[in-house]
């Protein structure tokens, strides 16, 4: 018997001794790994981001103008997502989908003059991000309208598109008469 423990003794000793260095190298590993995921700063690179999706924001956004004043709603309807959500100023009900955005803007357009956009507040978490803001359009020799926007926006792809956007006026609404509708404000239905 003394045989047999004098032989198991340096197998356990050296179990213990690799046991030992294992618990010894695996903090470090996983301190190592912490080290890569964790930054530094994370509110600096939480900025950072989002002053990235700011700026492309605003690429979107110049993109939109520029498709307004050239009186293409084909091309407006592009910078949104294919199961988007619009409400205009006029008060009615919410378009949805890009044909109807479309359809929506092609009606608006023609009778609307240049567009001006302005950002207030901005927020971005991952793939999503919201602008609230300030708009004014002139339209065929009213009275221009003016109001407050919101924006929400969702990555897809390589970009940012609209996802949802709401356009409430500060005049009572005045349906589309200006472009030769009835006038009246649609309810939505209930």
């Not at 605003?58 to 988007?84: C, F, G, K, S």
């Not at 003059?113 to 991952?126: Q, Y």
Request: proline content about 5%; charged content about 25%; some cysteine.
């Amino acid at each position: 018997m003394t045989a047999r423990t004098g032989e198991t003794r340096p197998k356990r000793t050296l179990l213990g001794i690799c046991a030992g260095l294992l618990l010894f190298a695996a903090p470090r590993r996983a301190e190592a790994q912490i080290h890569v995921l964790v930054p530094e700063d994370p509110r600096r690179e939480r900025s950072a981001y989002t002053a990235t999706v700011l700026e492309e924001f605003n690429v979107t956004m110049a993109e939109w103008r520029a498709a307004w004043e050239a009186d293409d709603a084909q091309r407006i309807a592009r910078l949104y997502t294919t199961d988007a959500a619009l409400l205009l100023p006029a008060g009615e009900s919410p378009v949805r989908g890009r044909e109807q955005i479309r359809g929506a803007l092609g009606g608006l357009l023609p009778c609307s003059g240049g567009i001006r956009t302005g950002v207030e507040d901005f927020h971005v978490n991952g793939e999503m991000a919201y602008a609230l803001g300030r708009f004014e359009y002139e339209r065929g020799g009213a009275a221009p309208v003016a109001g407050t926007y919101v924006a929400v926006l969702e990555y897809q792809g390589r970009r940012w598109l609209i996802r949802s956007q709401l356009f409430r006026s500060e005049l009572p609404a005045e349906g589309t008469a200006a472009c030769g509708g009835t006038g009246e404000n649609k309810e939505a239905p209930r």
